[in-house]
């Protein structure tokens, strides 16, 4: 159970990013349809259950290390190179999203131009991409559970503070006023499921293939998609009740926060800016790491194109991009999610067969690493592991690395004839 809520905690982690942080995500796909949206967190909730158990598991079963050989396996060759073509497109979509969200933020929160609010993010990451990006990142994402923090405080401050006038019919008129690029109430909520997996399909694949323990790792799968649903339900009904502070801002979240007090408003910015830097690091430097094996010469250029360009699209605007590009990207992350679930029913057999396979690996793991305690099976072990679909060193590794506390209490509790 340690084991899955880890990978929960992780793929949490990849779903509640910079977008779910400005609050225009829920503004757009639940708000905008009134006190109905809140149904829709229910279809999106069993949706995110389901594709965090399934993507988890496959990424599991075949020891991910990226996403393009995974697709390779599960869709045909051509859908598999349009689906690869479309992460990648993804990645360069949020990159210039993020551009625009820190523009935004920049000027409500600061009064900054936003024009020069999303260059400013810009010229950061280009340089903070010249550093050590995996390790910068690791660090900022310690924000995110501040932010979960904030958000839940936000929301038992919305509930202690409801007006004695308050009106569902009031609040659903003016909510309804926003914006609601896909509809009806529950399209839009298998949208946002797609929008959320294409934008974490190829790091969830790559988490699920840290673990061999296929059933745990669908349960943190599953406990993910819950605790997801739980706080995409908190910030909902934060910006629902506070929809009067919240409608037509491009940061809600920041906005409500400045209806609190002043201090949190700025606070919560910041938390956002911080997160925007996150997201825009990872999403841009892995894009560009993609353009670099198609023009290998010249890398720093072609890093100063990706973001020239991104900033800018970037002035479009955070609130017109979310309205056009996130739908989009929904779309295809519903094909992706419909292939990996059809994948996995079809050949659920073969799941079932790798547990068996790799719970036996698992014991015979013993001897191949202890030889001098147990009789020798690695012929056996060596046949198992030919018959998995995973890379056979890696999935003796990680199991070894999974089982070393056992492999270790072995070793303490194993005397030698004629030790006392």
Known sequence: MKQSMSIAMAFVGLLIGAGFATGKEMMQYFVSFGSTGIWGLVVTGVIMVIFGAVVLQIGSYFLADEHGAVLKNVAHPRLSWLLDAAVSITMAAMGMMMLAGAGSTFQQAFHVPAWLGSLLMAVVVYFVCFLNPDKVAKVIGAVTPLMIVAIIAVFIYSLLHIPDDFSLAATNAVAQQEPSPVQPWWWSAVNYSGM???????????????????????????????????????????????????????????????????????SISALILVMIFNTALGDVYAFSRRVNVLAPRHPKINLFVILFISWLISLVGFGSLIQIIFPILGYIGMVIGVVFVAWRIRWSKLIAGEKARRNRIRQLTRVHIHPEIY?????????????????????????????????????????????S
């Open 375 to 419: 009789v020798d099976n690695s012929l056996e072990l060596n046949h198992e592991l030919e018959g998995s679909q995973a890379d056979n060193d890696k999935l003796l590794a990680t199991v070894a690395e999974e089982e070393r506390p056992n492999l270790e209490l072995d070793a303490e509790e194993y005397k030698e004839p004629g030790q």
């Open 196 to 266: 959320s997996l294409i934008c974490a399909v190829g790091m969830s694949l790559v988490i699920g293939g840290s673990y061999t323990k296929l059933r745990d790792v669908a349960i943190g799968g599953m406990l993910g998609g819950i605790i997801l649903t739980v706080m995409l339900t908190f910030e909902t009904l934060v910006l629902f009740l506070n929809v009067d502070a919240a409608a037509g801002k491009d940061i809600p979240m920041a906005a409500i926060g400045s209806e609190i007090h002043p201090i949190v408003g700025v």
